[in-house]
Structures are given as C-alpha cells and as structure tokens.
T-cell receptor, first 114, second 114 residues
Framework: AQKITQTQPGMFVQEKEAVTLDCTYD???????LFWYKQPSSGEMIFLIY??????QNATEGRYSLNFQKARKSANLVISASQLGDSAMYFC???????????FGQGTRLTINP | NAGVTQTPKFRVLKTGQSMTLLCAQD?????MYWYRQDPGMGLRLIHY???????AKGEVPDGYNVSRLKKQNFLLGLESAAPSQTSVYFC?????????????FGEGSWLTVV
C-alpha cells in the first residue's frame, strides 16, 4: 500500500526566510508521481509542483522546488524567500502510475511571521 | 476559465436527510473523484470514476453513492446523512491515470450534519 508521511504538523518561519516542508513516502512501485498542494484558509486546493519518479532533476516552479531523494523516499518542498501569503496548509501527495487515486499526507500548517 | 465547480458550497443537513453534491468540470477530463477532508486526516477518497457511466469505491465509500451520467458531471449522494459525514468535500478531475497528470480540485463544499 502507498503511504505519505508529513511529520511536521505546524511550522513557524520569519518572512523572507527559506522553509523546507518534509514529506516521506512509501511504495514498492517503480513508477509514481509526487505532488505538493497548497490549501489557504479559503479552502481551495492549489497545485504547486510535480516530480516524477524517473525525473533526473529536481522540479522547480518559481519560488518552489522539490528536493527529491529517491533512495531515502523523500520529496521535501522548499519555498525560497517566504512571503506572508505563503501561510497555508501544505499537502504532499503521491500517485502510482496505473492507479486511480492520489494519496495524501496529513498536511503541514505553515505560518509566516512578519 | 471555470475548471472544476462544486455546488452547493455550504449546506446544513439534519440527521437522516438526503442531499446531492454536484461536480462539473469543463476540461474534458476522463477521471473524476470525490474526496472528504477531516481535521488531521488529509484528504480521503470516497468514490471515483474513470469515465462516463463508470464508478468505483475509494477508501471511505460507506454512506455515499455516486453517478456519472455525463462525462463532465460527477454527483455525490448522501441517502441518509449522519453526523459523521460532517466534513469538507472536494471534487477533483484529471486526464487519464498516468502518474504525471495533475489532479485539479474544486473549491470544496462544507457540509454540516446536525
């Protein structure tokens, strides 16, 4: 069975600092994708970044990057130069190729302090 | 630019009442999903559909039924609501199940059963 673990229930960071949100996953399938979603207080789920299991380079999208360490089965999200608007819940998720569902972690609540 | 639209956004039900949540997507996606989100538990898959006329059970299907009569619509029904079904419900859609295809979410529907 697939499983996603986010060990940080909450994090507090000063504005403009970089922040790393941890995510580890468990699967025996060689082909999978890893996703990060942001959920602000308004509730919607916003897609941030995707990493494929066969991708050689870490994914980047603007201020977001994914630190993919396949041997350790970790897919940490790095946000550079954090902003007040980054305060939200962040979910790591995994999808196995051929599977119909996205499996989510429990989330990390990030608070950016001015 | 609608994407995934859910109605209603808020609803209060009495125990034993029935209701239907409607999800509509305009991206011509084959796959559609219903998730529920509860505090500390991330998102859990209720039911999903891989195409018009097909549905399948997810992790937590009990107490819910679904139908996909048209490709763009996916309905979630509660026949006899229970307080345990108080939750935030998210509809989502994606192209076929390759692991790299992003799943897009609606804005959520807040349901309270009293």
């Amino acid at each position: 069975a697939q499983k996603i673990t986010q060990t940080q229930p909450g994090m507090f960071v000063q504005e403009k600092e970089a922040v790393t949100l941890d995510c580890t996953y468990d699967t025996s399938d060689p082909s999978y994708g890893l996703f990060w979603y942001k959920q602000p207080s308004s509730g919607e789920m916003i897609f941030l970044i995707y990493q494929g299991s066969y991708d050689q380079q870490n994914a980047t999208e603007g201020r977001y990057s994914l630190n993919f360490q396949k041997a350790r089965k970790s897919a940490n999200l790095v946000i550079s130069a954090s902003q007040l608007g980054d305060s939200a819940m962040y979910f790591c998720a995994m999808r196995i190729q051929g599977a119909q569902k996205l499996v989510f972690g429990q989330g990390t609540r990030l608070t950016i302090n001015p | 630019n609608a994407g995934v639209t859910q109605t209603p956004k808020f609803r209060v039900l009495k125990t034993g009442q029935s209701m239907t949540l409607l999800c509509a997507q305009d991206m011509n996606h084959e796959y559609m999903y219903w998730y529920r989100q509860d505090p500390g538990m991330g998102l859990r898959l209720i039911h999903y559909s891989v195409g018009e006329g097909t549905t399948a059970k997810g992790e937590v299907p009990d107490g819910y039924n679904v139908s996909r009569l048209k490709k763009q619509n996916f309905l979630l029904g509660l026949e006899s609501a229970a307080p345990s079904q108080t939750s935030v419900y998210f509809c989502a859609s994606s192209l076929r199940d390759d692991s790299g295809n992003t799943i897009y979410f609606g804005e959520g529907s807040w349901l309270t059963v009293v």
